[in-house]
């Protein structure tokens, strides 16, 4: 449950649908540590790819 709540969080934050405090949320989980900005960068290059993917 906790991890589709996290995807839905950055799905949201990628599509600019962010509240503020989802967004200060995730601005300092990303400074936090440097692989979860590696974890969101692969998420947002792949997102093209997983949303046609889940089409079919």
């Given at each position: 449950?906790?991890?589709?709540?996290?995807?839905?969080?950055?799905?949201?934050?990628?599509?600019?649908?962010?509240?503020?405090?989802?967004?200060?949320?995730?601005?300092?989980w990303?400074?936090?540590?440097?692989?979860?900005?590696?974890?969101?960068?692969?998420?947002?290059?792949?997102?093209?790819?997983?949303?046609?993917?889940?089409?079919?």
């Amino acid at each position: 449950m906790k991890e589709q709540m996290q995807a839905n969080l950055f799905t949201k934050f990628l599509a600019g649908l962010c509240n503020k405090e989802e967004e200060v949320f995730l601005k300092n989980w990303l400074k936090n540590n440097p692989g979860n900005q590696m974890f969101l960068g692969f998420v947002q290059q792949n997102l093209p790819q997983l949303a046609s993917f889940s089409k079919n």
